[in-house]
């Protein structure tokens, strides 16, 4: 048996849905060189950060080689520089104090000035060298790492402009991928429907048996005049399996319409047609008694009754086809 209950529910209606790819990743060279090995073919499926491509790094490995050098000679020149600037600093503070014996004069102070200002310069040329040569070290190291193309999503390699030996440009297309989630289902829907469907619905979506959950994205503002229909768009709440997950794969979806409302519903099993009508047998003071009923919308593996039994009552869901109206009957209640 099963209680007859209430749940808020809204009507659904069926549809046929197509999966549609959203736009693909768009996979680009960042520098500049020649193309070694292409490691996947079109049709591929491959993971995030796989190596997609091999970009000839002879010329970025000898640019760091060299930044390296002229970084090491920079700084070593630095290094006299400031030695020199101590021994400066300390000849201007022997000339102030011969100035102020009048051993020396203001000329000679100032040539001995004009040095340490010479010096000054010198070392901040230098400083201002080694920082344009570290901003072009960092810009070569990321120049090395982007040798190596890597896949920024999983997906399924649906383009490749890219052969082996070519020199590619920075910005240079040189494949497209479609990621696992850039995928929707796309159903065409009658406009009087399509006006109670609200976004952000939930979506049952079915194939082979399986069952996935979606939601209403959006609806196309345009009216197919010859059919009546617009078309709704439904994005995913799972990543499908590779075997559902190409383009054009038809699914059958029940979309919810209008707003929520309490439905009582019954198991679809305790009906039992008769004719052109139905009963359902509910348990009353251990007795099965016939009910006729009317249905109204189906939902799932449950069925909404308008009229014939009520909230809390029992329907026998098992065993009813052999029942008779009054019978005797006993609820085995079953460990769970």
Do not use: C, W
């Not at 020649?34 to 950060?49: A, P």
């Not at 070593?76 to 014996?101: C, F, M, P, T």
């Not at 159903?187 to 049952?204: A, P």
């Amino acid at each position: 048996v099963n209680k007859v209950q209430y749940f808020d529910l809204a009507e659904k209606t069926e549809s046929i849905g197509i999966l549609v790819a959203i736009n693909p990743t768009i996979i680009s060279s960042k520098i500049s060189q020649e193309i070694l090995k292409i490691h996947f073919n079109i049709g591929d499926n491959v993971k995030k950060n796989d190596v997609l491509f091999t970009l000839d790094s002879k010329d970025i490995l000898r640019n760091i080689e060299q930044i390296y050098a002229e970084l090491k000679y920079e700084r070593q020149i630095l290094d006299i520089l400031e030695k020199k600037l101590s021994l400066r600093l300390s000849k201007v503070q022997n000339a102030k104090n011969l100035k102020k014996q009048n051993i020396i004069t203001q000329d000679n102070l100032d040539g001995i000035n004009i040095l340490l200002l010479e010096n000054q310069q010198q070392i901040a040329q230098r400083k201002y060298n080694i920082k344009k040569l570290e901003i072009l070290l960092r810009e070569n190291t990321e120049n090395l790492s982007f040798s190596k193309v890597l896949s920024p999503v999983s997906g399924n390699i649906v383009n490749i402009d890219a052969q082996v030996g070519a020199l590619t440009s920075k910005g240079k297309v040189l494949a497209s991928i479609l990621n696992n989630k850039s995928y929707e289902i796309e159903t065409d829907l009658r406009s009087d429907l399509v006006s109670k469907v609200k976004l952000g619905s939930n979506v049952e979506i079915l194939k082979d048996n399986q069952i996935f959950s979606g939601k209403v994205r959006g609806v196309v503002n345009l009216e197919n005049i010859r059919t009546g229909t617009r078309k709704m768009r439904i994005s995913l709440n799972h990543i499908l399996p590779n075997n559902l997950n190409a383009s054009g794969t038809r699914f059958t979806l029940y979309i919810s319409v209008g707003d929520k409302m309490p439905r009582l519903l019954i198991p679809k099993d305790a009906l039992i047609p008769i004719g052109n009508k139905k009963i359902v047998y509910v348990v009353d003071k251990g007795l099965a008694k016939k009910k006729f009923i009317e249905t109204g919308v189906s939902v799932g593996d449950k069925i909404e009754i308008l009229k014939g039994v009520e909230e809390g009552q029992l329907v026998v869901t098992k065993g009813n086809e052999n029942l008779i109206p009054n019978q005797e009957v006993k609820i085995k209640r079953q460990k769970k």
